[in-house]
């Protein structure tokens, strides 16, 4: 069965991440947007999230824009929906790299009801935000949070108040107290913001209706998720989550639809590892929480680590180039030593921020998270990156967490819980090289038990099994 089989019927798509991010949702979300949809949108979140896009064999990281952007000349509709947070500058910015490319957005639409990262949102986050290791969260500092407070506050300023002058100035000599650290100018910040928002006038568009008026006419419509099931600020590990909703509910509900009409939501699972990025509970993590601390430090990038760990590497168009199959990662990733396993892992899966370089924390797939993602954001699973695990000897998947005593199988988002759990892990054996596999059933047998016993635990249907970074190193089941 191929990709196209499972799109028989199908009208809406969600691809949604079930862990804290970072799955590789970008791969599926091109996929569906370059084959398939005749509508992008996203619902949530705004420039804390990145993804790649190749555009004249150039990568782009963009951080607002779906990467369904690049079908606009096709006619491809792309959403940036009422749920979303977003930075002027930083849209404007995307916008010129579009322009440089030569990629036309006359199809973008931009809800009305978008709230905006003002100035003074930044500004706050930066100064109050607390870095990871004196005990913040790990923020991305860029402002997400401070704007959707004000949202939820009933003070937020969203896209439409950029076009009466009189309002907006009201509104921001509103909220002057509120950011009483700082000198807060309405006209100073209403006149920054003209350019940017003159250039976006043309796009802005109630665009619930718009969705709906797509739904009627049958057009095929691709969410994108942002962020992850267990950084959402309803259903994730509080208070270590972002602002938003980044569930399917959430997702859907930020472009104007119900979940209820998604017919086929993707939970993203990286799998038999996952990570973390910032602060917060992670039980399976390889080495606890020393490992969360040395990630919250300074000089743990990439390049550090394989410099730490003599491991041959070289820049190329300052990217670091380096064989992740290399002898020395091998051995670390069938280290005894937990901590040293962990950056193993991280090196050989290439686990790195995009923008930061910033160490993701890593660890064995959860099994209990993953079954609590299964009762949000509904069965259907795609399983990621299990080619990086090529060469480990053994892997492991947690199943159910010993607490007090007694071993449980169910997640609670609880902080005391989560960081007084011990999980429980079976043992699978290792396999090689699996990114040449495009049939089920040529998986290794241990990979195939792993799965089998993962869906039974989690009550998941794993749909999609990724073997690679490329399109076509996906099995489809
Ligand atoms: P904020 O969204 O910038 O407020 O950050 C809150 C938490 O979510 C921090 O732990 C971030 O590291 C994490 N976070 C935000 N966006 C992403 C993302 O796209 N991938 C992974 N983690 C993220």
């Not at 191929?2 to 991440?17: P, R, W």
């Not at 969203?158 to 509104?171: H, V």
């Not at 509970?281 to 410099?307: Q, W």
Request: charged share 25%.
């Amino acid at each position: 069965m191929g990709l196209d089989d499972l799109l028989k019927g199908v009208q809406t798509i969600a691809v949604i991440c079930n862990q804290w991010g970072d799955t590789g949702k970008g791969k599926f979300s091109d996929y569906f947007a370059s084959q398939w949809a005749d509508v992008t949108a996203r619902g949530t979140g705004g420039n804390n999230a990145g993804h790649t896009v190749v555009v004249n064999r150039k990568e782009k990281i963009f951080h607002l824009i779906p990467a369904g952007i690049s079908n606009d000349s096709n006619g491809q509709f792309t959403i940036l929906g009422n749920g979303m947070v977003i930075d002027l500058p930083v849209l404007s910015h995307e916008l010129d790299e579009l322009d440089s490319e030569e990629i036309t957005y006359n199809n973008l639409l931009i809800s009305k009801d978008a709230s905006i990262i003002m100035p003074y949102h930044v500004n706050r986050d930066k100064v109050k935000h607390q870095s990871q290791k004196d005990g913040g969260i790990g923020s991305t500092g860029r402002g997400i949070g401070p704007s959707y407070t004000d949202k939820v506050a009933r003070r937020g300023i969203i896209i439409e108040d950029l076009f009466d002058r009189d309002r907006l100035s009201r509104k921001i000599e509103k909220v002057r107290e509120v950011y009483s650290e700082q000198t807060i100018n309405a006209d100073e910040i209403i006149d920054s913001l003209m350019p940017f928002a003159n250039r976006i006038k043309p796009f802005v568009r109630d665009t619930v209706s718009e969705m709906h008026r797509f739904m009627r006419e049958g057009k095929k419509v691709l969410l994108e998720g942002a962020q992850g099931l267990l950084l959402s600020i309803e259903h994730g590990t509080y208070p270590y989550v972002t602002s938003s909703d980044c569930s399917l509910n959430g997702t859907a509900s930020g472009v104007g639809l119900s979940a209820k009409m998604i017919d086929l939501p993707l939970g993203i699972v990286k799998f038999p590892f996952m990570t973390r990025v910032g602060a917060g509970p992670f039980p399976t993590e390889f080495g606890g929480r020393s490992s969360e601390s040395y990630c919250a430090e300074e000089g743990h990038t990439n390049s550090d680590e394989l410099k730490h760990y003599g491991i041959t590497h070289r820049i190329v168009n300052g990217k670091i180039r380096y064989d992740r199959n290399d002898p020395k990662i091998i051995e670390m990733i069938n280290s005894g030593d937990e901590f040293t396993q962990g950056i193993g892992i991280r090196l050989t899966a290439g686990e790195y921020g995009a923008t930061t370089g910033r160490p993701r924390r890593t660890g064995w797939t959860d099994g209990v998270v993953a079954r609590y993602a299964v009762g949000i954001n509904g069965p259907l699973l795609v399983l990621t990156k299990p080619d990086s695990l090529a060469g480990a000897k053994e892997f492991k998947l947690g199943y159910g967490y010993k607490f007090e005593g007694r071993v449980v199988d169910a997640f609670s988002k609880s902080e005391g819980f989560l960081r007084n759990v011990t999980p429980q892990y079976q043992s699978y054996e290792g396999y090689g090289d699996i990114s040449k596999v495009r049939h089920y059933d040529n998986l290794p047998s241990s990979l195939r038990q792993a799965i089998e016993d993962f869906e039974s635990f989690t009550g998941g249907r794993v749909a999609i099994v990724s073997v690679g970074a490329d399109r076509e190193e996906t099995v489809v089941r």
